[in-house]
């Protein structure tokens, strides 16, 4: 099959969080089972790697209002598999993806607007025709609608578009003068097509018009056809709700891998756990700390927003400190408030809380194989990544029982030593306080029962061979649903 995806991020190029490793791993594993994949995303002003990209000689016409001009970089890491970059500068040449500290562009509608009717004209200029558009978020979101409309009659009506929703909490608002800037009809300034509140709502408009939609964990397709997790968008996917399916993300086995991690200095397996203990005695030295002194590490990796309901950790941590033997390391950026909340805490009690307040990849990899556990109190979480590595690398995940981080994490069970991790129902101070405070009594009291868990985590098979497969029967029910013939 011929696939183009179309996204904002993906890994190692750009990425702000779950959505670019998805993309990108995704891509691989198809690419590696026989498609024809081709990427296509923003040429951003801080693209990663961007030594290893080849121009392509002509200029490239982007068909909005008012045409744009564009030129495409490429670059072909493997066999089937292509990424576009587009770099306009107007749109793309700022460093950041979104936002910077003042908050998110004003222009950002415009800006994606641009990627979504690059996606249009690409096919064209490569005359290379997808078989499938599978787009990513609101940034890509218009692909459908141009397919099923402007472009229905055309060459690209015999593709079909499958959406996955990464984040419904992200929707992409502009005003209706967005339709004729994006070269769309205004008659689609309807409570049923794409508008919302008196304004243009991008992700809806790639709700109702994508042929299959996916969202990234079964619990999370059905949790956000409900009032509380829909973001208003939940009438909608009731509606849909015939062609939303829920496939839970796996992670890239080349980049988190205990045995191979290029970050690390000692790697470890299932049957080899305890050079385990030297990777977190390299981390807690790197954090000034005395790897002899035997305390358990906790550590969180996240983005600073309400989302991950890391609010409640910071809250908590003083009465933690007081009351249990244990070591918390955070690294994260985000919500101002909340940064600072946790240098304040590192402040504190600098011999028992380190926060590295930025984003380190290698950090992020030497954490996930040195601690003990990993926690994710997440208000919502379409499916979560960080549980899955830190499952991988035999890091015991403390988890509130939502979307995906339910579908991954099984609770522990004292009675048979079954589980790979620590799981909570309701986000309160108090479960919060008691699940670590269970982890950590298992840590001192039970410590054969935790070898047992880490290899019961490290056991789980979570690569994305089995997802990429789901993926590819949803691209053939996309095509059919459409009436197109199986590719
Ligand atoms: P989300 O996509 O909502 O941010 P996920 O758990 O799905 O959450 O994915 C987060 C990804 O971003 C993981 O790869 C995680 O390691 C990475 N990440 C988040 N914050 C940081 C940070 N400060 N430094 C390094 N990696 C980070």
Known sequence: MKILMVSSEAAPFAKEGGLGDVVSALSVALATMGHEVRVLMPFYGSLRHRERLQPMPAPFKVSLREEAWARLWQYSPQKNLTYYFIEHDRYFARPELYHNAQGSFADNPERFAFLSRAAMDLPFYLQWFPDVFHVHDWMASLVPVYLETTERHGRLGSSASVLTIHNLAHQGYAPR????FANLPDSLY??????????????????????????????????IKTPSFGN????????RGGDLIGILNGLDDQVWNPMCDRYLQHHFSRNKLADKELCKADVVSQMGWNPKEKLPLFCAISRLYDQKGLDILADIVPWLIHTMQIRL??????????????????????????????????LAHRMEAGADFLIMPSRFEPCGLNQLYSMRYGTLP???????????????????????????QDLTHQSLYSTIGWACATYYDRPKALVQ????????????????QRYQEVYQWARESKGLPRA
């Open 453 to 468: 868990l880490r290899k019961n985590a490290m056991a789980k098979d979570f690569t994305w061979k089995q997802s990429a």
């Open 190 to 223: 309807q409570s049923d097509r794409l508008e919302a509140c008196g304004g243009v709502n991008f992700l809806k408009g790639g709700i109702y018009f994508a042929n299959k939609l996916t969202t990234v964990s079964p619990s999370y397709a059905e949790e």
């Open 329 to 362: 390391l955070i690294l994260g950026s985000g919500a101002p408030g909340l940064e600072s909340h946790f240098r304040f805490l590192e402040q504190c009690f600098p011999e028992r809380i380190k926060s590295y307040i930025g984003y380190s990849e290698e």
């Open 177 to 180: 003068s967005i339709l004729s």
């Open 232 to 239: 208003g968008l939940d009438h909608v996917l009731r509606f």
């Open 398 to 424: 403390i988890v509130r029982a939502t979307g995906g981080l339910k579908d991954s994490v099984i609770n522990y069970d004292e009675a048979t030593g079954a589980g790979t991790g620590f799981v909570f």
